[in-house]
């Protein structure tokens, strides 16, 4: 039994540490705030709450909401969007963007 429980314990530190070197220098994270600027030629918006800005990177993979799926084309300067995203040293990629509010 305790051989068992050992087993378990260690195949559940091996899945833990995987986890942890997988996601390593990436966190998600959220910002809900206005559309100040949106770059087409690098598939870039800039998201600005209160004093802080979030530079987003849209990738073909990244979910845009309005009531249903929709294209970064739906996205307006103005606009409120609530979106998730990785965040890393050298760039934020966007994972979803829902247009809250149009402008």
Not at 6 to 11: C, I, P, S
Not at 85 to 91: A, G, I, R, T, V
């Amino acid at each position: 039994m305790k051989k068992t429980a050992a087993v378990l314990l260690f195949l559940v530190l091996i899945i833990a540490s995987a986890s942890l070197v997988f996601s390593a220098g990436k966190s998600v994270r959220q910002i809900t705030g206005n559309v100040t600027a949106i770059d087409t030629g690098s598939n870039t918006i800039t998201v600005i709450k209160k004093d802080r800005e979030v530079v987003l990177n849209i990738e073909d993979k990244t979910k845009v909401i309005q009531c249903s799926e929709t294209t970064v084309s739906s996205i307006s300067i103005g606009d409120k969007v609530t979106s998730k995203y990785n965040e890393s040293p050298d760039n934020n990629t966007a994972k979803s963007i829902t247009i809250r509010e149009t402008h």
